[in-house]
C-alpha cells in the first residue's frame, strides 16, 4: 500500500518570493564602494613603507574607524527612519563581534609564518580585501537567494545554528581552533606549484632567486588568510541577513567592520589572551540569530509564528558581549592573581630551602 493513502494529505501555504527593500540607490552604492576603495587606497599608502605600528597609531586609527560607522548611522537614522537605523548599528555590532573572532586566526596566522612585525599590518590589509570581495560575492548571491526562495532564510538559521554549536563545543573542550598551517591545502599547493624563499623580502609576494620567480613566505601567508577568510564569509554573511534584509545595509556593516580590522589588531593583540571566553558568547549570538532566522521563515509560512523584533534583537547582542567581556576579564584576573600567589608561594619555598641549606654550616 502506498505511503500516501495511509498518511492524511498536507499541504503547507507556499509564499510568493520575498521582495527584499532596500535603501541602496545606484548612487548610494557606487558613493560607498568609491569610499571603500578610496580607504583601501590609503591602507596602502600607509602601510608602503614597512613599519611596526606604535599604540598611538593603532588608537587613532581605530578612533577613525569606529567614528565613520558611528556617523554613517546618524545618516541612515536621519533619512530613513528609526527601523532602518535600528538593524543598521545591531548588524554592525554582530559584524563587528565576529570580526574580533578573526582577528584571534589571525594572531595565530602571523605567529605560525614567524611575520615580522613591520610587516603585519600588509598581511592584514590584504586579509581584509580578500573579506571584503568574498563577503561581497556571499551578499549578493544571499539577496538573490532570498528574493527567489523564502527557504533560505531556514538554511541560513540552521548554519548559523551548527556554526553555534561547533563554536561552543570547541569553547567547553578549550579546542584552539587555529588553523594547522602546515597541512593547509592552499599552503602545500603553492609550494609544489612554486618555490619559496626562507626569509621575508619585505612586502613583496614575489622574488627572483637563481633566475626563477619564487614566492615570499608572505605570498603563503596571504593565501592562507583568504583561506580563513572564505570560512568567516560563510558564518557572517548569514548573521547580518538575520538582523537585515537589506543588500546594501548587508554590504555596508561588513564593511565598516572589516576596514578598522587593521588597527584594531595592533590595539587588542595584548588583549586578545583576556577575551577567553569571547567564544562562549560569538556562540550564543550565532544560535541567537539562528533562531531568529528560523522563526522569521516559520512566520512566512505560519504568519501566527511569532518573530524577533530587531531592537529585542539588538538588547541580547549587548547584553551578551557585556556579560562574556565581564566574565573573561573578572577569569583574567582571578588567573593574575593565581600565577601571584604561586609565585610568591614558590619564592617563599626557595627561601625557605636557602635557609635550611645554610643552618647546618652554621652549627658546623
Known sequence: MPLSAVLPSVSLPSPAPLALDT????????VTIGAVIALLAVDFVVTRRPHEVSMKEALAWSAFYVALPLSFGVWVWTQHGSGTGVEYYTGYLVEKSLSVDNLFVFLLLLAAFAVPRELQQRVLLYGIIGALVLRGIFIALGAAALSAFDVV???????????GVKLLRDAVRGHDAGPDVANMRVVRLLRRWRPVTDDYHGPRLTVTQNGVRALTPLAIVVAAV???????AIDSVPAVYGITGDPYLVFATNAFALLGLRALYFVLEGALSKLSHLAFGLAAILGFIGVKLVLHWAHLVWPSVPEIPTLASLGVIVAILAATTATSLVAARRTEVAEAAEAAEAAEAAEAAEAAEAQPSRLA
Not at 23 to 30: F, R
Not at 226 to 232: A, S, Y
Open 23 to 30: 535603501i541602496g540607490t545606484p548612487t548610494l552604492w557606487a
Open 153 to 163: 532564510f531556514l538554511l541560513f538559521g540552521l548554519v548559523l545554528l551548527v556554526t
Open 226 to 232: 583568504f583561506v580563513t577568510d572564505l570560512v568567516f
